[in-house]
């Protein structure tokens, strides 16, 4: 092997450094998760075994344990299993716990009891990037991706699967039934062990069916009608046109250095009720009195914009082109025009729609408008093909319209919330992986998820004012 770089004997004697430190340079991100671990109020926080019991065996502190777990989530090592191998040989993670090496169960069982003060840790980041001033512009966009939970899909049940594989067993013992009768006249050295063979795969069946069957009484019995076998929280959820099995992770982003200010991980699929909360979760994290959101059109709902409304929040949210009349080729509702002196609209036609009644529609009140001169009307076949043009106006309508002004003098909204919000959410998946999700139930996914926050605001603050100055104000 001439005229290459030649590698030292295996053999050869070294000076190795006599301390571990001399192995971790001054810059190194280990350095950053040893002082903020060190900074944090463990037992304010709410961690099992930060104050030790005064009998029994020591356990771990748990300081330890979450100083693994971050570097693990840093370095895309989430399992449990892998971050005992990596105690053993890395070196970074001998320094970060002074050569200890707690067993996989120890540190997973710390994950899995320890959910809601994990959370607590990626928030009490949040407050230190509010702190240093990283949320300048107090303009968050809001969103939501579904994330993939360890329950396949074939073990997730709702009314229709489970009536279609039902319908699918009876199908194949009828058809094995079928064969077994064929079976039956053929000679006997070739009908018995046939018979056999079929009658096996028919009791096969009948054992699933009767499966389906307790599944089928739990599923009446469960609120939403879905039964998930593996993850009992998971959730069968619609993305662009596909299934997926698993939660629903909202999060506000900072569109200033898209740190992710809140974030929140739920098992329902639709996104139409999350808009006040996240933001009031965002709020509230920036310490901030004037916020304003912007969201895609998946948030469009009204109450959730009254909502934000009352709080004081400003919402950019577009509504959703659903109307079946522009879909015909005739006017909508956008056509007519709301004179708020007069409490009339005005139709293309320039006929007054004046208000007739008010009712209340799945706890919204709903004002009615009409006009008695629509049947003569020569633009009647663009209008309606009823027999006048009803509109219908919410009692908290102008909050709406408000919003819509407020979208068409700012159109560079919904630009600045795609480039914000799914830069995150990219990041995110491609650090977890295929399987996105490895733990089980609400409670260690949201663990897991805020772990996976952290990791992510810890490397974007380190990028914007770097290694030393986040040390030094985590130390201060």
């Known amino acids: 092997m001439k005229r290459f770089i030649q590698g030292e004997h295996r053999g050869q004697g070294t000076f190795l450094p006599e301390s571990l430190d001399d192995y971790v340079s001054d810059t190194n991100p280990v350095r950053v998760v040893d002082v903020f671990v060190d900074e944090l109020d463990l037992v304010k926080l709410g961690f099992e075994g930060a104050i030790p019991a005064d009998t029994g065996r020591p356990a771990y502190h748990p300081a330890i344990l979450l100083k693994i777990y971050i570097y693990g989530y840093l370095n895309r090592i989430p399992s449990s299993r892998r971050l005992e191998r990596e105690a053993q040989r890395n070196v970074e993670l001998m320094w970060l716990t002074g050569r200890l090496i707690p067993d996989f169960k120890t540190i997973a069982n710390f994950r899995k009891d320890n959910s809601k003060a994990i959370r607590g840790v990626c928030r009490q980041f949040v407050v230190l990037c509010q702190q240093l001033g990283l949320f300048g512009e107090n303009l968050v966009a809001i969103d939501g991706s579904k994330f993939k939970a360890v ?63 307790v599944i089928e009484t739990q599923l009446n019995e469960s609120p939403d009608k879905q039964v998930s076998l593996t993850d009992p929280d998971a959730r069968s959820m619609m993305t662009r046109g596909t299934g997926i099995v698993g939660y629903n992770v909202q999060t506000a982003v900072d569109t200033q250095h898209h740190l992710i200010v809140a974030h929140e991980v739920t098992n329902v699929g639709s996104d139409r009720d999350q808009l006040s909360a996240m933001a009031k979760q965002a709020r509230e ?82 004002h009615r408008y009409w006009s008695s001169k629509c049947r003569g009307c020569a633009m009647k076949p663009q209008c309606t093909p009823s027999t006048e043009r ?33 830069h995150p959410f990219g990041t995110l998946k491609q650090w977890m992986g295929a399987t996105h999700f490895l733990t089980r139930k609400l409670n260690g996914v949201s663990a897991e998820m805020s772990l996976n926050v952290l990791a992510y605001n810890l490397k974007r603050v380190m990028k914007i004012i770097g290694t030393a100055d986040l040390m030094k104000a985590l130390a201060a």
């Not at 219908?392 to 102008?398: F, G, L, T």
């Open 285 to 366: 994290a920036m310490a901030s009195e004037t916020l304003s959101v912007v969201a895609d059109r998946g948030y469009f709902k009204s109450e959730e914009i009254l909502a934000c409304h009352d709080a004081g929040i400003t919402a950019y949210v577009p509504k959703p082109m659903t109307s079946g009349a522009k879909a015909d080729g005739r006017f909508n509702n956008d056509a007519f025009i709301y004179d708020a002196a007069k409490n009339e609209y005005i139709c293309p036609a320039g006929e007054a729609l004046i208000w007739r009644y008010t009712n209340v529609e799945k706890g919204l009140a709903l």
């Open 151 to 213: 329950n396949n899909r074939d073990r997730n049940f709702t009314s229709a699967k489970l009536k279609r594989r039902m319908e699918e067993i009876e199908s194949g013992i009828n058809r094995y039934l079928t064969a077994l009768d064929e079976a039956d006249r053929q000679e006997p050295s070739i009908a018995q062990p046939k018979a056999a063979r079929l009658q096996e795969k028919i009791d096969k069946l009948k054992a699933q069916m009767k499966e389906l069957q």
């Open 390 to 422: 009803r509109v219908r106006r919410w009692e908290h309508e102008a909050v709406l319209e408000e919003m819509q002004n407020r979208l068409s003098n700012a159109p560079e909204m919904m630009r600045i919330r795609k480039r914000t919000v799914e």
